[in-house]
Every structure is written in C-alpha cells, then in structure tokens.
C-alpha cells in the first residue's frame, strides 16, 4: 500500500491580508489524508524564525492574534495517522 501525505485543499483566513497590528485572525484548514488528521499553525517571518500559534492538535482552526508589524508567512502543517507531513503557507501583512 502506498504511503501518501495529506492534501491540503485550502488554507484561508478570516479576514484578508493586510491588517492593522492587534487584529485578531482566526486560520482554517481544510485537508484530506489518512486516518485521523492533525493540525499545526505557526506563524514566521521571511528569514525563516517561526513561532507556535497552535501545536498539532485535530482542530482545524486557530487564532492568530497579529501583535506584530511586517510580512509575515503563514505556515500550516497537517500530519496524518502515519506520521507524513504536509505544509502549506500563506503571506499575510501586518501595518
């Protein structure tokens, strides 16, 4: 049997990009994959630091509050039963 990672079919927010500092952004997953999915939102900057906004939980939302000005990038990790990883990420601006 063939192993495949989640699909990710979309990764949206509720309110467009950009926004003032404060707003509070709620992040939604939708994936598909194996067995029971879980969910991970992080939040980084273009050089690559990430920080926690939600660990791998099987919500697929979180709430992101935007405290900080600048591009940020928006990751979301969705890991399957196996243990196979997909990551998608999203640009969101904060001014």
């Not at 990764?11 to 598909?32: C, E, H, N, R």
């Not at 630091?49 to 939980?57: A, E, G, P, T, V």
């Amino acid at each position: 049997e063939k192993v495949v990672a989640p699909t990710i079919s979309s990764f949206t927010t509720s309110k467009t990009s950009p926004q003032v500092v404060g707003t509070q952004v709620v992040l939604i997953a939708k994936a598909t994959g194996t067995g029971t999915l879980k969910y991970r939102f992080r939040v980084g900057t273009a050089n690559g630091n990430s920080s926690l906004i939600q660990d791998y939980s099987t919500s697929n939302l979180a709430v992101w509050n935007a405290n900080y000005v600048g591009t940020k990038v928006l990751y979301l990790d969705v890991k399957d039963s196996n243990g196979k990883v997909t990551t998608k990420t999203i640009s969101y601006v904060i001014k």
